[in-house]
């Protein structure tokens, strides 16, 4: 559950700012970097991961619209990647989800903070094709405060 008890209230994402070691896989390694800025309106993110498919550079900004209004995640990478994500709850907590269509078929991919503490955390990026009811991790990282 979020410290402040509104997993989608302004303060939501409050636990993941700061500087971050990364570890993923065999040899996954990265750092990531946690901010507030834009007046403390935006959370920022600066992600740079090197692992067995390469380098990778991305950035995202999130924000909440307006004083109650939902978060909104943007996410790009040095692959030329774009997503846009929506904030949602899932356990309690803030999680970020997007749904596109892939060969045809309806998938649900969404971001999630597991195991949080003040030291580390696991983040994990998930796919549903079935509309949400069961999930498959796709991807995996341990983080740890700096």
Same mark, same amino acid.
């Given at each position: ?60 900004? $999130?924000?909440?619209? /307006?004083?109650?209004?939902?978060? @909104?995640?943007? %996410?790009? #990478?040095? =692959?030329?990647?774009? &997503? ?15 749904? $596109?269509?892939?060969? /045809?078929?309806?998938?649900?991919? @969404?971001?999630? %903070?597991? #195991?949080? =503490?003040?030291?580390? &955390? ?25």
């Amino acid at each position: 559950m979020n410290d402040v008890g509104d997993p989608l209230g302004p303060d939501a994402l409050d636990f993941w700012l700061g500087d971050w070691e990364l570890t993923w896989g065999e040899s996954g390694r990265g750092t990531n970097r946690i901010e507030r800025s834009v007046g403390d309106q935006v959370i920022q993110e600066t992600f740079e991961g090197h692992g067995p498919r390469g380098t990778l550079h991305g950035f995202s900004v $999130s924000i909440r619209e /307006g004083t109650d209004g939902p978060w @909104r995640q943007t %996410w790009v #990478d040095s =692959t030329g990647g774009y &997503l846009d994500l929506l904030g949602v709850e899932v356990d309690g907590r803030i999680s970020f989800e997007r749904t $596109s269509v892939e060969d /045809g078929a309806t998938v649900t991919h @969404r971001m999630v %903070w597991l #195991d949080v =503490t003040p030291a580390s &955390l696991r983040w994990e990026w998930q796919r549903s094709t079935d509309g949400g009811d069961s999930w498959a991790t796709t991807w995996s990282i341990v983080y740890r405060r700096r």
